[in-house]
Structure formats: C-alpha cells, structure tokens
C-alpha cells in the first residue's frame, strides 16, 4: 500500500472555526490532491499541488486553501467551516512526470460542521 | 454539469455471474478513463484503466469496453466474487497527465 496517512480520520467542528486536514506521504511523489466526496457528486478535486509551493485549485476550492513547504505534507485549510463542508475528504499521490492517472488515495477524513 | 455519469447508484449480482457497471461522458476532449474501487471507510483504489486509442483493456477478471461514438465505457467483472462488493467510481480526463472528473459512483454488491 502506498504509505499515505491522513489527519485527523474524524473530526466535529463548529461552524465559523478553521479546521486543517493533514496528508503525509511516505513515497516521495511529486503530485497530492485533496478530494471530497458527496453523495450524488462523485469525487470532486479541492486543490492539487506539483511541488513544493506549487499548488492549483481544483473544481470545488471555494472556501478551501492548502500549503505545501514539503514534499511529504499537504495540508487543506477551511479557513471559516460553513455546514456545506461536512464531507468526507480524500488525499492522493501520484509519481511520475504526468498529474493524476493512476493515484493512491488516503484512508479519508470524515468532517461534520455543526 | 455532471460530464461523467454512473446512472446506476446500485446493482446486485449472484455470485459466479457477470458484473457490468455502465458509464457516461458527454465531454468529447475525454481520451483517457480510469475506474477505481472504493470500500467502506477506505479511500478508492485504482482497478483498471483504457486510452481512446483501445475498445477494451482486460487485467485478470476485469475487463474495460470502451465506445467513443456512444460516449459510453463499462466494466465487467467475471465471475464476479463476493469480495467484489464495493462502490465503483469512472472516472475520465482529456489526455493521461490531466485532473480526473469523476462519476457518482455505484455500488456493487455480490450475493454468496
């Protein structure tokens, strides 16, 4: 399994709080994402990153910002947590020279905004 | 705009028998289509995948049909195993080293 460890696995916050999720990589590749998954919505892509310090929004960034200052973490920020987010969040990774295709997903945060 | 649609949320097979799981793209830029299989309070993992160059790429009991006219790929599975019982996402993107979009997902379950 691709070493990918995702902070926290669950967590409840309050609406108006910032709340960060935390993806580690233990394989040293060059792209990681943040997804969401809603029913009805599939996966949609938050924000992507190339490198470090390289990042670029996704489909559904609104509300959301990451940071990446090392290859092995990336990190999603919901600056101001609206009920909309209660989600459940998904890193990936990616090697080679190419973004996406074939990515290794993390276990999943589950957030509930109350 | 749902470009990648699963327009089955379920689908229940006997064991032994054939799985297809359908999907649909209406954006025409998509040349390359993935499909990943997703258990419970797990993350999705990769399955199979087919560039438009190919109709059909197999990989043990897996076996993608791709057709470009009818904006259409599926996947069978067979036999299909109870352990198969997970939900199964397409997903699509316009060239192997661009962002992936995503179907809604259907859920597979294979009956003993």
């Known amino acids: 399994d691709a070493g990918i460890t995702q902070s926290p696995r669950h967590k409840v916050t309050e609406t108006g709080t910032p709340v960060t999720l935390r993806c580690h990589q233990t394989?040293?590749?060059?792209?990681m994402y943040w997804y969401r998954q809603d029913p009805g919505h599939g996966l949609r892509l938050i924000h992507y990153?190339?490198?470090?310090?390289?990042?670029d929004k996704g489909e559904v960034s609104d509300g959301y910002s990451v940071s990446r200052s090392k290859t092995e973490d990336f990190l999603l920020t919901l600056e101001s947590a609206t009920s909309s987010q209660t989600s459940v969040y998904f890193c990936?990774?990616?090697?080679?020279?190419?973004?996406?295709?074939?990515?290794?997903f993390g276990q999943g945060t589950r957030l509930t905004v109350v | 705009d749902q470009q990648v649609k699963q327009n089955s949320p379920s689908l229940s097979v006997q064991e032994g028998r054939i799985s297809i799981l359908n999907c649909d793209y209406t954006?025409?830029?998509?040349?390359?289509f993935l499909w990943y299989k997703k258990y419970p309070a797990e993350g999705p993992t990769f399955l199979i995948s087919i560039s438009s160059i190919k109709d059909k790429n197999e990989d043990g009991r897996f076996t993608v049909f791709l057709n470009k006219s009818a904006k259409h790929l599926s996947l069978h599975i067979v036999p299909s195993q109870p352990g198969d019982s997970a939900v199964y996402f397409c997903a699509a993107s316009p060239g192997s080293g661009s962002r992936l979009t995503f179907g809604e997902g259907t859920q597979l379950t294979v009956n003993p």
């Open positions: 990936a990774i990616s090697p080679g020279q190419k973004l996406n295709t074939e990515a290794f």
């Open positions: 954006n025409s830029m998509f040349d390359y």
């Open positions: 394989e040293n590749h060059r792209y």
């Open positions: 990153s190339y490198g470090v310090k390289d990042t």
